[in-house]
Structure formats: structure tokens, C-alpha cells
T-cell receptor, first 113, second 112 residues
């Protein structure tokens, strides 16, 4: 069964600094991978997805993620953090012919002025 | 398109009461799921469905029932509410395992 591990429940960066949020997955078959963002008291919004095309995926708001099969990772990055990026970020994995979408426990990103 | 609609948005139940959380989508998505979100636990899958008449258990199914009689609707039933079921519940739908899920705005449930 697939699973997702997000390293670091809280990450704090300064405005303008690099954002790196880590996601490792476990899957017996090539997975489909997603990053979602959740702002306080709101639902989840898709940032980007990997569905076996290009391994470097660009998403909204300047975020991108790279699928590395050898490391079973799908880390999320953004070159320069903005105050508006403060939110909780979730990595999720889905498998071919499986109906379930499994989420990690989330990483809360704080951005310091 | 309204997307994924959940009702109610807020609910307070007494221990032992039953209720149904409603979820409807108008995107003709085959896949639908229910999650609960608790602090530090992320989103945990309760039940999911890959089409009308087909449901399966997720990670935390105990105390919850689902049915999928139509493509549009996927209600979640709490059989006998317990304080441990206090949570925020999200319904989601998607086209297939390759595509992203679209989420409702959530139902905040408190069991006292």
C-alpha cells in the first residue's frame, strides 16, 4: 500500500529565502504525486501534480517539484518565499488502478519578515 | 459548476446521536472520497468510491458508513457519534487515479 512521509511538521524561512518542503513516498508501482496547499480555515487547493510526464513539475505561485524515482522523493521548492506563502502544505500519492489518494501529515510553513 | 458541495458547514452533536454529512459534485467524477482532518494528523481517508455502487474502506473507517447510489452523491453517516469523531471532514472528487482531487469546503463537527 502506498504511503507518504513529510519530513518536518513545521518549517520557518525568512522572506526571500528558499523554500524546501520534503516529501517521500512508498509505492509498489509508479505513483501519481500531488502537492496541495491549505490556508487557514479554508479547503485544499492543488499546487502541482506529477503524472509520469516531465519529472520537473511547475505549479502555481512559483512553486515547483521534482520527481526522483531513485530517492522516492517529490520535494517542493520555491526560490524566494513571500509572506503570502505561509500556509500548510500536503503531499499526496495515488497509484494506478487504485481509488485512494493518500496524504502526508502536512508541513506548516511560516515566513518571517 | 458548483464543484463539490458539502452540507452542513458546522454541526454540534451529542454523544450517541447519528447524522449524515452530505456531499454532492456536479463534475461527473467517478471517484469520491471522505477525509477527516485533525491537528498534526494530516488528512486521513475514511471511505472512498470509484463509481456508483462501489465503496471501500480507507485508513479510519470505524464508526462511519457510506453508500454511493448515484455518481453525484456520496453521503457519510455517523452511526453513533463519539467525542473522538470531533474533526473537520472533507469530501473530494476526481476523474481518476491520475487526476487531482477537488475538495469541498469542509464540515466542522463537534461531538459533546
Amino acid at each position: 500500500a502506498q504511503s507518504v512521509t513529510q519530513l518536518g511538521s513545521h518549517v520557518s524561512v525568512s522572506e526571500g529565502a528558499l523554500v524546501l518542503l520534503r516529501c517521500n513516498y512508498s509505492s509498489s508501482v509508479p505513483p501519481y504525486l500531488f502537492w496541495y496547499v491549505q490556508y487557514p480555515n479554508q479547503g485544499l487547493q492543488l499546487l502541482l501534480k506529477y503524472t509520469s510526464a516531465a519529472t520537473l513539475v511547475k505549479g502555481i505561485n512559483g512553486f515547483e517539484a521534482e520527481f526522483k524515482k531513485s530517492e522516492t522523493s517529490f520535494h517542493l521548492t520555491k526560490p524566494s518565499a513571500h509572506m503570502s506563502d505561509a500556509a500548510e502544505y500536503f503531499c499526496a500519492v495515488s497509484e494506478q488502478s487504485q481509488g485512494n489518494l493518500i496524504f502526508g501529515k502536512g508541513t506548516k510553513l511560516s515566513v518571517k519578515p | 459548476n458548483a464543484g463539490v458541495t458539502q452540507t452542513p458547514k458546522f454541526q454540534v452533536l451529542k454523544t450517541g446521536q447519528s447524522m449524515t454529512l452530505q456531499c454532492a459534485q456536479d463534475m461527473n467524477h467517478e471517484y469520491m472520497s471522505w477525509y477527516r482532518q485533525d491537528p498534526g494528523m494530516g488528512l486521513r481517508l475514511i471511505h472512498y468510491s470509484v463509481g456508483a455502487g462501489i465503496t471501500d474502506q480507507g485508513e479510519v473507517p470505524n464508526g462511519y458508513n457510506v453508500s454511493r447510489s448515484t455518481t453525484e452523491d456520496f453521503p457519510l453517516r455517523l452511526l453513533s457519534a463519539a467525542p473522538s469523531q470531533t474533526s473537520v471532514y472533507f469530501c473530494a472528487s476526481r476523474v481518476s487515479e491520475r487526476t487531482e482531487a477537488f475538495f469541498g469546503q469542509g464540515t466542522r463537527l463537534t461531538v459533546v
